[in-house]
């Protein structure tokens, strides 16, 4: 785990500065409803500090938050979605696994095989090594660029197939329409970044689960968070 965070010269206790933004990247909230819901507990914070706390704090919890440890056996299921800042189209690559973990996301302005290649060389990279298999719809450049990047790895391309990464799509698009779109790429990239680090952690694994476990499962996710977070009792 990465070095403590550090709280110093911030007159709200760290306890609230975390509340707030776990309650912004795990709910799709805007910054004013998390204003709103601070002042409901007696918090007197503006929609500006949630802001600012919110891109000082949200990418160094998401950098202490476990990885889900890689394994040969995973299935990449790889997907694009459109994006528009300012007016110009931009593409929301992401990649997840048999368990709909989200395993990275990039954001390009193309949507073609080199920006195929980006993608699969960051997977690459951080997961150690090529998957079982690779699932995608029938973009043409995801399979040129399997040939160029990982040749060995079996790829089956048909938009049936393909629905967990399309699935994967719909909170990020619920969480875009509660901030009103985004400014710049940078932004975007800065945002999911720590958007799919909060729910990966938070979001049971898709398989059949008691409603114990699930339980279970949430209470060690916000303890894990608190851990993070430089909060943990």
Request: hydrophobic share 40%; aromatic share 10%.
């Amino acid at each position: 785990m990465s070095k403590p965070v550090s709280y110093k010269r911030h007159r709200f206790p760290p306890e609230i500065i975390a509340h707030a933004v776990w309650l912004y990247f795990r709910f799709p909230l805007s910054l004013r409803l998390v204003e709103e819901m601070l002042l409901e507990r007696g918090i007197l914070v503006s929609y500006e500090t949630v802001r600012r706390w919110a891109l000082k704090f949200g990418p160094a919890f998401a950098r202490r938050l476990r990885r889900k440890p890689p394994s040969p056996r995973d299935i990449w299921h790889l997907d694009e979605v459109v994006v528009t800042i300012s007016g110009q189209k931009h593409w929301l690559w992401r990649a997840v696994d048999q368990d709909g973990y989200v395993l990275d996301e990039i954001v390009q302005t193309r949507r073609d095989t080199k920006a195929a290649k980006r993608l699969l060389k960051r997977l690459l990279k951080k997961q150690g090594g090529p998957p079982r298999r690779m699932i995608t719809d029938k973009l043409g450049s995801y399979s040129a660029a399997r040939r160029q990047i990982m040749p060995e790895v079996e790829h089956r391309s048909h938009k049936g197939l393909n629905n967990r990464a399309e699935n994967s799509h719909l909170p990020f698009r619920r969480r875009e329409r509660a901030r009103q779109g985004f400014r710049s790429p940078r932004c975007l990239q800065r945002f999911v970044s720590v958007f799919s680090a909060v729910r990966n952690l938070f979001v049971p694994p898709r398989s059949r689960r008691s409603a114990r476990a699930t339980h279970l499962h949430r209470v060690n996710a916000m303890a894990e968070w608190k851990v993070a977070a430089g909060v943990a009792t």
